[in-house]
């Protein structure tokens, strides 16, 4: 093999994490962690900070609790800290500590111990029952509490009666009628053999028959925000409160202590203030929780409300955002319009935010029909707000951040805005440009939410949804189409069907008139692996009825390219191929054809040795050149291999320039991502991560000079979902529009939630 000389001035954003379904291309590094501290507390001790020690932590990374997320501040790349609160460790046990980034990749797991607790406690914490009518018969007492040793005693009014022990934290006794036949309180405690004893708690005997009904004239305080901190301690104002009585908050009882016959009072404990947002009335932005009073004979109190308000430090969450076409995109140029923002916890005085940009908001009202028409049934908001966006934001190329955020708190979740761009939402497998029709053509794999398995096809001046379509061609169901090859005059496209394992040939004979099909190309199989499927394909200068392909298997197999390349005519394939085998393990998993016709050039995706093929082409098929395999051309990741036939140069998705007639690297754009030459426009177009990059979504979409690669004019992208696979140049001669457009992957995330969502099209207009 040939191992050409040259020099490497390569900065990549090299990404090296491979999961399933991302096709081991742009992936993130892993978190790990190493250490937590502390690994050990005690059971219903007070709440903690736990800090987590590890590696590869960026923003939006989270401690997880026995899969659960922590509220998690990132102190820096190597560590976080977090909250756990008392109710989280009030029993003993092991919790799983995991940290898991906004992508969904998580490190290895570490165990926390939540021991037993104190062993020196000795306490009675309630008894059951706590009130019994005068005259009841013998009825048995439970005593619940900590630090119980066997022959301890349950004590009436400090006499021991006959006791039976039921663990550390459990005793019962039979209490004699004698002992409560008639009203009053007794004093119950417990006493251990050493004579130590518990405080006590009083046992009511009341008068047979209900006694008089408590009343609740207030409550104090009677209002608080919402997420507050530490518990609330309320007092109850009323009458006829009796030992035992019990305040309820919404139902549940709360811990109450008897300070007299008007007066009670309870903890409130924080949790109660943590709202859903549907609690709150989307016009008042208030929740209402009903408290009353249980006497111990089961009398109960009127309610009275206990009003929780949205705090001015609440978060608030956007469910979505729409302008007046019910869009979230505007062409570059457009007037300024009104933005609808709908949501949950907007607090009055909230103020929406186009990119950082304040915009002029409205008052917060309650969600009107539209905002929950535009909104997943899963999701509805319960309130809205309206902004105004000035013209001034609509000047260029963008994707814009759309937040919103209350007068003390953090900034929502932001949802995209476009200016200049026009997404698909679903999956895309493939996009090619017809400029003898100015569409594009996309393949919809099986996996598509919508139009699964076949070819739609749209104009960049409409709208991108299956409803805007021009066409769509419907392939049988399961073929799984994927890489599409458009001849050079556009009257047939070839559709690689992973599912089948074949090669669909499509004429287009029309803009508006469905393609038909053509010739169905059988890939062949291997023995071992099963069918061929197209990893890449392309269709000769020559001749429109003459295709290559590279031909893979897809049972999950290492090596990946094992069928080779192989040439067809039609449907009949010449005999000659170039490919894999145990003895000569060649892996072309990506090709173009020479502008001649006389050569394909074909590179290795799969390792890091880099390879580039040179195959010679004849009337029997192909042939590996003389010196044909030369190694160290191409990095890793480096999807596909792109020609410029008016140069001859080939260009890497690794950002690679290269001579492939000598063959020798030449330079680099510094980027690795997805790319696409227009040798008419002098340009190269990457959609590509920044190396030192911690924000997992953003992309950039960068113009770099053809010939030295210099960089020019880029986009930011802040949001994109799914993984970059396909980037191509479009120029509709119809109306003198031009840009780029690309495909992302679905991402197959291994826990949730996941940050990475379905596959789309993206379709970015000029100038950048």
């Known amino acids: 093999m040939s191992r050409p000389q040259f020099h490497v001035f390569l900065l990549l954003s090299v990404l090296s994490i491979f999961c399933g379904g991302c096709g081991g291309f742009n992936g993130v590094l892993a978190p790990t962690l190493s250490s937590i501290n502390p690994t050990t507390v005690a059971a219903g001790s007070a709440g903690f900070t736990l800090t987590a020690t590890g590696a590869n932590f ?22 976080l800290t977090a909250k756990v609160s008392a109710a989280q460790i009030a029993s003993a046990g092991v919790v799983t500590i995991r940290v898991m980034k906004s992508d969904s990749t998580t490190s290895a797991a570490l165990t926390l111990t939540i ?69 009053g309180t007794i ?14 708690l009083p046992l009511t005997v009341y008068s047979p028959g209900l006694g008089p009904a408590p009343t609740l004239t207030s409550i104090s305080p009677n209002t608080s925000q919402n997420n507050i901190t530490s518990p609330l301690t309320l007092t109850a104002t009323g009458t006829n409160f009796v030992n035992g009585s019990t305040v309820m908050w919404n139902g549940a009882a709360m811990t109450t202590t008897f300070v007299s016959s008007t007066q009670l009072t309870a903890t409130i404990p924080a949790s109660e203030f943590d709202i859903p947002a549907s609690f709150f009335d989307p016009t008042t932005g208030t929740a209402t929780e009903k408290v009353y009073v249980l006497n111990p004979d089961s009398t109960v109190s009127n309610e009275l409300p206990f009003t929780i308000t949205i705090s001015p430090k609440t978060r ?44 002029q908001t409205s008052a917060v009202g309650p969600a009107g029909s539209t905002c929950l028409s535009q909104s997943p049934a899963s999701n509805q908001p319960s309130q809205q707000v309206t902004a105004q966006v000035p013209a001034s934001q ?29 997404i698909y939402f679903d999956e895309s497998a493939d996009v090619v440009w017809d400029s003898r029709f100015n569409l594009l053509y996309l393949s919809k794999p099986s996996t598509a939410q919508h139009s ?43 559709v690689g069907l ?160 290269v001579d492939p007639t000598v063959p020798k690297f030449n330079l680099s754009a510094g980027v690795n991502g997805v790319m696409t030459p227009d040798h008419a426009g ?35 992208l802040y949001e994109v979902q799914g993984i970059p696979q396909h980037l191509i140049r479009w120029n509709n001669s119809s109306d003198g529009t031009s840009g780029v457009a690309f495909t992302t992957k679905k991402f197959n995330c291994l826990y949730s939630p996941c940050n990475v969502g379905d596959g789309r099209l993206y379709v970015v207009n000029f100038p950048l």
């Open 58 to 79: 960026v923003q939006g990374t989270m401690l997880l609790w026995d899969g659960a997320p922590l509220p998690t501040t990132v102190n820096s790349s190597t560590q």
């Open 115 to 183: 021991t037993g607790g104190s062993t020196n406690t000795f306490s009675l914490t309630s008894i059951s029952p706590a009130a019994v009518a005068a005259g009841s018969a013998a009825f048995t007492l439970t005593a619940t509490g900590t630090g119980f040793v066997s022959g301890a005693a349950i004590t009436l009014n400090g006499a021991a009666i006959a006791t039976s022990f039921d663990s550390a934290t459990q005793l019962h006794a039979t209490v004699p009628a004698a002992d409560v036949a008639s009203a």
């Open 187 to 200: 004093k119950v405690g417990v006493t251990n053999p050493d004579k130590s004893s518990t405080n006590t």
């Open 316 to 359: 608030p969450t956007l469910v979505t955002v729409f302008n007046p076409n019910l869009t979230q995109r505007s062409k570059v140029g457009d007037p300024a319009f009104t933005l609808t923002l709908c949501g949950n916890l907007f607090y009055n005085g909230a103020t929406a935010y186009f990119g950082s940009t304040a915009l």
């Open 394 to 422: 609509l000047t260029a190329v963008a994707e814009i951040p759309v937040t919103i955020q209350n007068p003390q708190s953090q900034p929502s979740n932001a949802i995209p805005y476009y200016v200049g761009m026009n």
């Open 452 to 494: 699964q398995d076949s070819i739609v096809a749209f104009s960049t001046r409409t709208g991108l949804n299956d409803a805007a379509a021009v066409w769509i061609y419907q392939l049988p169901t399961g073929s799984n189409p994927d890489r599409l090859a458009l001849s050079a005059d556009g009257k047939y496209l070839y």
């Open 498 to 657: 992973d599912g089948t394992g074949q090669v669909q040939q499509l004429a287009i004979t029309g803009a508006t008139t469905k393609p038909t099909a053509a010739n169905t190309i059988s890939l062949g199989s291997d023995p071992n692996f099963g069918k061929y499927y197209a990893l890449d394909l392309a269709i000769s200068p020559s001749s429109n009825n003459t295709i290559a392909v590279a031909r893979g298997v897809a049972s999950g197999s290492t090596p990946v390219a094992r069928g080779g390349v192989a040439v067809y005519d039609g449907t009949a394939q010449r005999s000659n191929t170039v490919g894999w085998s145990s003895s000569n393990p060649l892996l072309l998993d990506t090709l173009q054809w020479s502008a001649d016709g006389n050569t394909i050039y074909a590179a290795n995706n799969e390792n890091s040795t880099g390879d580039l093929y040179t195959l010679t082409v004849s009337a029997s098929g192909v042939a590996l050149a003389a010196n044909g395999d030369s190694r160290g051309i191409f990095t890793i990741p480096n999807l596909f291999i792109h020609l410029d036939a008016a140069s001859g140069l080939l260009y890497g998705d690794d950002g690679s320039q």
């Open 682 to 716: 002098g340009k190269a177009y990457f959609v590509f991560h920044r190396p030192t990059d911690q924000n997992q979504l953003e992309y950039f979409v960068g113009e770099f000079d053809l010939t030295t690669l210099a960089p020019g004019a880029s986009l930011d």
